[in-house]
Every structure is written in structure tokens, then in C-alpha cells.
């Protein structure tokens, strides 16, 4: 088997087969996801919470996501049909064409197929520019974490018929000027669902119900090493006495055959 390419998420989304994307930042957990089925390995730069312990994403820098998307690359070679790697680019590395590129680079050299970036119609000519230099891009959209403190909390978003309607309007432009993936996160169930009819490309939910074409889940979450407040969208795995390789083979059969998420793990 081959590894996933962009053309393969298309092509599951056309074939309406669910697509397993989690979370991953070292090489051992990067075969692991990969062997167990996952099609996307996500560095994300949830990192700065789940490794370094900061109480935001805010204070992940380009170099911490070029040492961890180097570390996933290795380990997902290994794997017996490696997985695409997704890098988030770090808060506050994009916000310029020239730095977005420069940053897009880095992590591109060190291993990543594909880069994400949170935000709306700002992006767009970020985004033209990665798009026409062969970088593969994906879009945030809803709760996008680096700007916490703009959104004063980690809220569900798009629930007013005014941000629902934004947020569509958005997302269509975001597959107009190239995206190839789009991420919702903590967004409406029917919401999410609208948006992922209304576009071709793949759109991967976290928070954002069962009509989603693809989920996200942060590793560490999914295998109930989740420390203090436990989101709702959060399913533990590792139940029933399994070995991590079967939580995460039960991840990935949950999506596939939409078992997870259920109702309890989304917002109305
Ligand atoms: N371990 C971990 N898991 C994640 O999913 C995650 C991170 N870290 N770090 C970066 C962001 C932060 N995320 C978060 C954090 C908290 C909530 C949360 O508590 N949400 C409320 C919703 C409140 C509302 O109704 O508006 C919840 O109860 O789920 C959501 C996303 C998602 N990402
Ligand atoms: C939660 C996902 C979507 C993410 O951006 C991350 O892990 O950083
Ligand atoms: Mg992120």
C-alpha cells in the first residue's frame, strides 16, 4: 500500500468513506496511528498544552513544530502504509505571504505533506501563494485556538444565525482560493454538516458532530490521559482492558462505521 495522498482524501470524501485523522508528535505514536489506519497524522500545535504544558497554544514557536513534524516523519515511514502529515504553523508564523512561506517551508523540509492554518478571508492570499508553490493547505474555522483571547474562552462558535451563515460564506472561499482540507471545530452538528455538503473538499470535525466527512481527535484525549476539564467531544479508547494498538484500531473503526461521534459529543 502507498501512502495517503491528497487525492486519496478527495476520493474517500467522493466515496463517502469517513476518513481518521488524530492527533501525534513523536515517532512512536506516529507508526502507531499510521499501522493502526489513520489516514492523516495532525501535529498539531496542541503540543504547547499536551507536551510543554502551557495553558494556550500561543506559545508554540516554528522551531518546536520543525523538531516535532521531523520526529512524526520518521515514525510514519516506518509504518507498513504511512500516513499524510498535516503541520499546524504556529501562532502568529503566518501572517504575512513572506513569513507564511518561510514558515510553510520549514515544516514542509522537515516532513509535512500539508500545512494548517486558522482563519477565515484573511488567509486568502496566504493561501494562493502556498497553493501556487505546491504546498497543500488546510483551513480552521470555528474555534480556532490561537485566537482564544479574541474569542474570550474555548467556546463553541457559529451558533447565531449571522456567524453560521459567515462561517459557510467562508468556508466556500476558502475552497475557492485553494484549501484542500478544512477543519471545524466546535461548531454546530447541523452546521458542520451544512458546510461539509456544500464543499468538495474534505472537511475533518472536532466538536462538530457526525455529518463532518473526517474527525480529529488530540491522542492523549482519545486515550483518556486527559488531565482536569475533559471537553465534551472527547471519547476515551482505551476502555475494556485494550492495549493502546487496539484503542487506537477501535478510533479508527468508530469513524469509519460512525460510531463516533455520537449525539453526547457534539454542540446544538
Ligand atoms: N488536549 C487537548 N485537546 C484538545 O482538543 C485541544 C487542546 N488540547 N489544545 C488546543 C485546543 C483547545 N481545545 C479546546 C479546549 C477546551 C474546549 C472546551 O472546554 N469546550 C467546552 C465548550 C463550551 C461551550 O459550550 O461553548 C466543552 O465543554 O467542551 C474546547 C476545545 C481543543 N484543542
Ligand atoms: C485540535 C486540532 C484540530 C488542532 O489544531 C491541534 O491539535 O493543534
Ligand atoms: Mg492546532
Not at 520549514?106 to 493561501?127: F, N, R, S, T, Y
Not at 447565531?160 to 466546535?186: K, N, P, R, T, W
Not at 472537511?203 to 465534551?232: F, R, W
Amino acid at each position: 500500500m502507498t501512502t495517503i495522498t491528497i487525492p486519496t482524501l478527495a476520493k474517500l470524501k467522493a466515496e463517502q468513506e469517513k476518513i481518521a485523522v488524530l492527533t501525534a508528535y513523536d515517532a512512536t505514536f506516529a507508526q502507531l496511528a499510521a499501522d493502526a489506519g489513520v489516514e492523516v497524522i495532525l501535529v498539531g500545535d496542541s503540543l504547547g498544552m499536551v507536551l510543554q504544558g502551557h495553558s494556550s497554544t500561543l506559545p508554540v514557536n516554528i522551531d518546536d513544530m520543525v523538531y516535532h513534524t521531523a520526529c512524526v516523519a520518521r515514525g510514519n515511514a516506518r509504518a507498513e502504509r504511512p500516513a499524510l502529515i498535516m503541520a499546524d504553523l504556529p501562532f502568529m508564523s503566518y501572517g504575512t505571504i513572506e513569513q507564511c512561506l518561510e514558515s510553510a517551508r520549514k515544516v514542509m523540509q522537515a516532513g509535512a505533506h500539508m500545512v494548517k492554518v486558522e482563519g477565515d478571508d484573511w488567509l486568502i492570499p496566504m493561501i494562493t501563494s502556498l497553493t501556487r508553490q505546491g504546498v497543500p493547505v488546510c483551513a480552521h474555522l470555528g474555534l480556532t485556538p490561537q485566537a482564544v483571547n479574541k474569542l474570550g474562552g474555548y467556546k463553541v462558535q457559529g451558533r447565531d444565525s449571522d456567524a453560521a451563515d459567515a462561517m459557510l460564506a467562508h468556508s466556500q472561499a476558502l475552497e475557492a482560493a485553494g484549501v484542500d482540507l478544512l477543519v471545524l471545530e466546535c461548531v454546530p452538528s447541523e452546521l458542520a454538516a451544512r458546510i461539509s455538503a456544500s464543499l468538495t473538499i474534505p472537511v475533518v470535525g472536532i466538536g462538530a458532530g457526525a455529518g463532518t466527512d473526517a474527525q480529529v481527535l488530540v491522542l492523549q484525549d482519545m486515550l483518556g490521559l486527559n488531565s482536569g476539564h475533559v471537553p465534551k467531544f472527547v471519547k476515551n479508547f482505551m476502555t475494556d482492558g485494550r492495549t493502546v494498538q487496539q484503542a487506537l484500531a477501535a478510533y479508527v473503526a468508530e469513524v469509519k462505521d460512525g460510531t463516533f461521534p455520537a449525539a453526547e459529543h457534539g454542540f446544538a
